[in-house]
């Protein structure tokens, strides 16, 4: 993303630490600060289910990078596999692995994706030896630790399990419902209990599941003019 664009346009302004609740995981957010701030940190490898809040992290820890003064790069590569299938982007995702550097921070989330492609992980094997040199920060995020993976590169294997190893845990039903209150406050909206009641009976519960509701109901009710109240729900989502 160019520098030249205003920090909450390069990074959503809902992704940031202090947006982030650690609940248990309290260890990620420490060791993801830390290494957002100094060169000096350990890597750091973030690994958790979809909606566990791996992105959220990895955004909030360029987002304070930049803060400081340090350049960050957020790739998403999992996106960029689906964006190249469907034919929306060019090249594969070892060449774009080629390409990266330059950056003090670099968080590749979801890599994952690259498992068992073999050019892939020879290309992030090379960029993972290129940031040593370069003394550039690497964060990673995969749905697991990196030998379990499926990666069929020892070399790279033995590379990320010598980053800061994090494995995220869910947030408790309570936790999730304080979170996606946070959220809707943060956007001037009001989630009352017996809302919250209605959703969480109705909808999954992971965050991010809940983050892209959210999303949406903010979009109804702007159009509608209406507030989030159990009667608007029920009109827009059917049921009793």
């Not at 909606?51 to 790069?73: F, K, M, N, V, Y």
């Not at 890599?111 to 050019?119: E, F, K, N």
């Not at 109901?217 to 029920?234: G, H, M, N």
Request: hydrophobic residues 45%; proline residues 4%.
């Amino acid at each position: 993303m160019s520098s030249q664009l205003p920090l909450a346009l390069r990074w959503p302004a809902q992704q940031r630490f202090d947006s982030f609740l650690a609940g248990a995981n309290s260890l990620a957010l420490g060791l993801l600060r830390d290494a957002a701030a100094s060169p000096l940190a350990p890597w750091v490898f973030v690994a958790g289910p979809s909606g566990s809040g791996r992105t959220h992290l990895l955004i909030a820890a360029c987002a304070q990078a930049d803060a400081e003064g340090r350049s960050a790069q957020y790739i998403a590569l999992r996106r960029r596999r689906d964006d190249s299938a469907a034919g929306r982007s060019m090249g594969d995702q070892a060449e774009a692995l080629r390409t990266l550097g330059g950056s003090d921070v670099l968080a590749l989330d979801d890599i994952d994706v690259l498992a068992g492609d073999r050019d892939a992980e020879v290309a992030l094997f090379d960029l993972y030896n290129r940031c040593k040199v370069d003394k550039s920060t690497l964060l990673f995020s995969a749905g697991a630790a990196p030998g379990q993976l499926g990666i069929e590169l020892p070399d790279l294997v033995s590379r990320l399990s010598a980053c800061a190893q994090v494995a995220l845990k869910p947030l408790s039903d309570a936790e999730r419902r304080e979170a996606l209150r946070q959220r809707a406050q943060a956007r001037g909206l009001t989630l009352d209990d017996s809302v919250l009641d209605w959703l969480f009976a109705r909808t999954q519960r992971d965050l991010g599941s809940l983050t892209a509701l959210l999303e949406r109901l903010d979009r109804e009710s702007l159009a509608a003019q209406r507030r989030i109240t159990v009667p608007f729900l029920r009109q827009l989502f059917g049921g009793s």
